[in-house]
T-cell receptor, first 113, second 114 residues
Framework: GDSVTQMEGPVTLSEEAFLTINCTYT??????LFWYVQYPGEGLQLLLK?????DKGSNKGFEATYRKETTSFHLEKGSVQVSDSAVYFC????????????FGRGTSLIVHP | DTEVTQTPKHLVMGMTNKKSLKCEQH?????MYWYKQKAKKPPELMFV???????INESVPSRFSPECPNSSLLNLHLHALQPEDSALYLC?????????????FGPGTRLTVT
């Protein structure tokens, strides 16, 4: 069935370090892919998205590329800040069926000064 | 503007109380959703309203009763809840109920059942 696999956290980094959070998916059809971020005590915010193969989503210095051949959508940022500390959820919506997103487990990121 | 608002932000209720959660969006979205989120877990879908009609109920207990009075407003009525219902309740909306449109989430209501 449809599923998202995210790397287990927490991911702990120092400020200005490079960030990668891995995400792979199993989906029918050609899904749209998303990263959501949840800051402590808040709801989910859409961070970026990609709707077709080789698309690159980007926002606030974060990037992710839709890799159909490896069914992956890894999140990257070149230089993290303390304010990036949050939980990051990878998700997709399948193209041919339900319009309800399938979420990964979430990866907690902790950035130290 | 991609804002979904939710009230109240926090709610504490006893097991015999009746309370309601409110969600509002003014983006012209025609699909609205209720999710439940436990700590350190992804959101779990509860209900979906599509063009103001209930289209999905994920086998949610009847002590949760959703209502969509109009295209901008979504309520979740709570009655006789259990302590295990304590969670963050998130509302979301999308332009249309199709796979082409992403969901936008509100800030959530933190519910504690005592």
């Amino acid at each position: 069935g449809d599923s998202v696999t995210q790397m287990e956290g927490p991911v702990t980094l120092s400020e200005e370090a490079f960030l990668t959070i891995n995400c792979t998916y199993t989906a029918t059809g050609y899904p749209s892919l998303f990263w959501y971020v949840q800051y402590p005590g808040e709801g989910l915010q859409l961070l970026l998205k990609a709707t077709k193969a080789d698309d690159k989503g980007s926002n606030k210095g974060f990037e992710a590329t839709y890799r159909k051949e490896t069914t992956s959508f890894h999140l990257e940022k070149g230089s993290v800040q303390v304010s990036d500390s949050a939980v990051y959820f990878c998700a997709f919506i399948s193209s041919g069926g339900s319009y309800i997103p399938t979420f990964g487990r979430g990866t907690s990121l902790i950035v130290h000064p | 503007d991609t804002e979904v608002t939710q009230t109240p932000k926090h709610l504490v209720m006893g097991m015999t109380n009746k309370k309601s959660l409110k969600c509002e969006q003014h983006m012209g979205h025609r699909a609205m959703y209720w999710y439940k989120q436990k700590a350190k877990k992804p959101p779990e879908l509860m209900f979906v309203y599509s063009y103001e009609k209930l289209s999905i109920n994920e086998s949610v207990p009847s002590r949760f009763s959703p209502e969509c009075p109009n295209s901008s407003l979504l309520n979740l009525h709570l009655h006789a809840l259990q302590p295990e219902d304590s969670a963050l309740y998130l509302c979301a909306s999308s332009l249309l109920p199709t796979s082409a449109y992403e969901q936008y989430f509100g800030p959530g209501t933190r519910l504690t059942v005592t």
